[in-house]
């Protein structure tokens, strides 16, 4: 069964079957997209993979470097690592004929490595800054722009090539020193603790030597107080001496002047003696009383002086058991309580020896004045019978007038002594005063100095805690620990990605875009051979659909074997791989038919003019179809026509179509194809029932292509 449309369109076809020249024609229709997309693609297949034949300058002007008693060329393996890698075709040249080089065209660029390369990637093992190596690229884009678009992705690897080892090096000298800074701070940590524990024995110390101080100022308060007592018994004893002094006074005076009186008497006699009995007997009194008090003195004067000789000798005694339980009284402090403590004990035994010296004559004296007071106390008791006395009272008195001087005499010298005894008594309180200030200010400082070690033990004690500690978190680290460590810093962050159907080069990345485009190409130059409607069937009875079919289907056959064409020599010239190989030929054969449909509409309706816009909408396409950059990065204007446009439906169908995944977007591609298909054949059909009327513009356009 013939169809009608098949007939017209056969035709057509069989009009380029008539000579060689137009047989020539309709295989270079066919073979046309091939030349367009295939060429296209096999100049850029894969052209990061012969970036190693672009000839690039590479200067070494690097000077080797000392690092931690090594010499680093840093720059000269640096060019080794590049030349083994073969990026590109590196040339060893010098500066001069570098610079040349890429100014001329003979290297699209070139690399220096600095003189100080080395020493700046030793830098971070020395003692200066760390300074970081830098590399010169020098670049011309007038030889070759997309070239040093390409050199910049290349010279991240080779920037990469230079700086994990310099950072290898740099890391493995970081962690060698935690092994060293570990041990230095246990050494640290030892030596704080000894530190912390002679500061607690020195705490302890001056614990007791507070202890001491006290006591001690406690002993020379006691003593002081002793001294204290003693100063006041002797201050009576002298008050009582001045007393007695006193007494002896009067009594010397009574004696004189019962001696004047029994002078007088002597020479007067009976009568003086009568009319001076009360007299004699009130001097006689007085002197009796007087020799009572010297009598009572001069008896308990050396008990008293021996008291005072004991109790010293008790103090210094405390004092020199509680130096010698306390060495810690530091030396000055001891001497000065020694020496005082003598003196004390010195002055005592000087009064007390003396009053015992002069025993004797005290005893003389107490044993006179109870003499002299009997005595007197006879005179007084006989004075109104003296007269018959006188003589023997005269030799009395005379004799009581000796001892009373005698007594005088000698109750002077004991007041003398008694002075000096108080006075160095005296002298003696002042100095155990300043004793127990001074011990008192020692037991002071005593406390302030274990307080202030207490503190001092304790922060040593937290120093050694702090640096025990300290050194349990730096780490000490083997050979093999600092190579594995110096591998993860060096590269901290390492990106693990996986890509889902993975394109394997450029090539096959771009197919999806030109293979589409070379189809609308093709149609371009189909409709510029064949005519978009034929002029038998137009001038015809046939309906307007059959006319636009036998216009379409010539076309549509060249396209598919068009999209045949160039997948085959895809396939085989280069190596594409497709997921779905008989999916991606029926579905490029079916856009190719769909993309014609829509060029013999604009051909059929516009004429001439209708190849320009078909032009016009293939650059549409081209900015909108998103082929090599995201639609995102397109201005809003492309983002918004992309989804009425053929082309942007046939690219992402053959992007799945070719590298696999989910399918949809080949199934939303046969869809709009469709709707363009049968929109362009149902547009063609309105263009036939327009064509069919014959006007003078028709007949005589004004444009003709």
């Known amino acids: ?62 000077q080797p470097a000392k690092a931690n008693g090594k010499t680093v060329h840093a720059g000269a393996d640096l060019a080794d690592e590049l030349e083994k890698r073969q990026v590109f075709d590196w040339k060893k040249v010098s500066a001069g004929k570098a610079a040349e080089g890429v100014r001329s065209g003979r290297y699209y660029m070139s690399l220096t490595i600095p003189s100080d390369f080395s020493a700046r990637i030793a830098s971070p093992s020395g003692n200066g800054t760390p300074t970081p190596a830098g590399l010169r690229l020098q670049m011309n884009d007038a030889n ?96 009582g001496l001045d007393d007695l002094r006193t007494g002896t006074a009067q009594v010397a005076a009574g004696m004189q002047r019962l001696t004047s009186t029994v002078d007088r008497a002597g020479d007067t006699l009976v009568p003086l003696l009568r009319e001076n009995a009360p007299e004699i007997r009130q001097a006689a009194l007085l002197v009796a009383r007087g020799a009572d008090a010297l009598a ?52 005592a035994r000087q009064v007390d020896g003396y009053i015992r010296g002069h025993t004797g004559e005290l005893r003389k004296v107490a044993a006179d004045a109870r003499t002299v007071e009997a005595a007197a106390r006879k005179i007084a008791a006989e004075a109104p019978g003296l007269a018959g006395k006188v003589d023997r009272a005269r030799r009395d008195v005379d004799r009581l007038n000796a001892g009373t001087r005698q007594i005088n005499a000698g109750t002077g010298k004991l007041l003398s002594g008694s002075s000096q005894l108080t006075s160095g008594l005296g002298t003696l309180s002042g100095g155990a005063g300043e004793l127990a200030g001074g011990l008192g200010r020692l037991s002071g400082g005593a406390v302030t100095l274990e307080t202030a070690l207490g503190q001092i033990a304790g922060g040593n004690r937290k120093l050694a805690s702090g640096l025990a500690e300290g050194a349990e978190q730096v780490p000490s680290y083997s050979g093999k620990e600092r190579a594995a460590r110096d591998d993860m810093m060096s590269d901290p962050v390492r990106l693990s990605s996986t890509t889902e159907n993975k394109a394997p080069n450029y090539g096959t990345g771009f197919a999806p875009f030109f293979v589409p485009l070379s189809l609308w190409v093709g149609g371009m130059i189909i409709y510029m051979l064949l005519r978009p409607l034929n002029p038998r069937a137009l001038a015809g009875t046939a309906p307007a659909w059959r006319v636009a079919l036998a216009g379409w289907l010539p076309a549509a056959a060249i396209g598919a074997a068009q999209a045949l064409v160039v997948l085959a020599v895809l396939r085989l010239a280069l190596g594409l791989h497709a997921e779905h190989w008989a999916g991606l030929a029926g579905f490029l054969a079916f856009a190719s038919a769909a993309f014609l ?109």
């Open 597 to 705: 449909a829509v060029i013999q509409w604009v051909n059929a309706r516009f004429g001439p003019v209708g190849r320009i816009i078909a032009l016009a909408l293939l650059m549409l396409q081209l900015t909108s179809a998103a082929g090599t950059y995201p639609i995102e990065t397109s201005p809003r204007f492309f983002q918004a026509i992309r989804p009425y446009l053929p082309m942007p439906w046939v690219v992402d169908a053959v992007r799945h179509l070719i590298g696999g995944g989910d399918m949809a977007a080949v199934w939303q591609g046969c869809a709009v194809l469709a709707a363009f298909l049968a929109g362009g054949l149902a547009l063609t059909a309105l263009a036939v029932r327009h064509n069919r009327v014959w006007t003078m513009a028709r007949l005589r356009p004004a444009l003709t292509l």
């Open 296 to 347: 009572d003195g001069a008896g308990t004067l050396p008990a008293r002086t021996g008291a005072a000789v004991r109790r010293a000798e008790t103090a210094r005694a405390e004092l020199t058991a509680y130096l010698a339980a306390h060495p810690e009284v530091p030396p000055d402090v001891r001497r000065d309580l020694t020496r005082s403590a003598d003196q004390v004990v010195a002055v």
């Open 144 to 239: 070759n722009y997309v070239v040093g678009t390409l050199a910049q992705a290349a010279f991240k690897e080779i920037s990469a090539a230079a700086g994990t080892e310099a950072v290898h090096g740099y890391l493995d000298q970081i962690f060698l020193s935690f092994g060293t800074l570990h041990g230095k701070l246990d050494e640290a940590a030892g030596g704080a603790g000894k530190l912390a524990k002679g500061s607690g024995q020195a705490q302890d110390g001056a614990g007791e030597l507070a202890k001491g101080a006290g006591t001690a100022q406690a002993g020379a308060g006691k003593l002081k107080g002793g001294i204290d007592e003693a100063r006041a018994g002797s201050g009576q004893l002298t008050s």
């Open 1 to 62: 069964m013939r169809l009608p449309a098949l007939t017209p369109g056969v035709l057509e076809l069989r009009r380029f079957s008539r000579n060689r020249l137009t047989r020539i024609a309709l295989a270079g229709l066919v073979l046309l997209p091939l030349l367009y997309a295939g060429l296209y693609l096999w100049s850029f297949w894969d052209p990061y993979a012969r970036l190693k034949h672009v000839p690039v300058a590479l200067v070494v002007e690097d």
